[in-house]
């Protein structure tokens, strides 16, 4: 059984900061790429960013100069730092890997999410 944990979200000003951790647990014969969603309100979830097990990174474009995604592999664990926040990054920000049980089996994997709410 594999677990994804999300922490770090909270209610923060604009303008400000949040990092955005997730940690993966249970039986990992390894991870492949690890992304950060997010859905608003009456919106879709949408790709914020992704990084491969490489460290290859990609990002939506509202978010490029101002998010930085990161990995600790020794940790299973993927990190979102959020700078310069606004109103409209307000959403539930969740957690997503590809993950291998084993070497032969790969399945996509979800936490429960992390609130972030953008607000003066």
């Known amino acids: 059984q594999v677990q994804l944990v999300e922490s770090g979200g909270g209610l923060v000003q604009p303008g400000g900061s949040l990092n955005l951790s997730c940690a993966a647990s249970?039986?990992?014969?390894?991870?492949?790429?690890m992304n950060w969603y997010r859905q608003a309100p009456g919106k879709q979830r949408e790709l914020v960013s992704g990084?491969?097990?490489?460290?290859?990174?990609n990002y939506a474009d509202s978010v490029k100069g101002r998010f930085t995604i990161s990995r600790d592999n020794a940790k299973n664990t993927v990190y979102l730092q959020m700078n310069s926040l606004k109103p409209e990054a307000t959403a539930v920000y969740y957690c997503?890997?590809?993950?291998?049980?084993?070497?032969?089996?790969?399945?996509?994997?979800w936490g429960l999410g992390t609130q972030v709410t953008v607000s003066s």
């Open positions: 997503h890997a590809d993950i291998r049980v084993t070497v032969f089996v790969r399945r996509d994997y």
């Open positions: 249970g039986s990992i014969f390894s991870i492949n790429t």
């Open positions: 990084i491969t097990s490489g460290r290859s990174t």
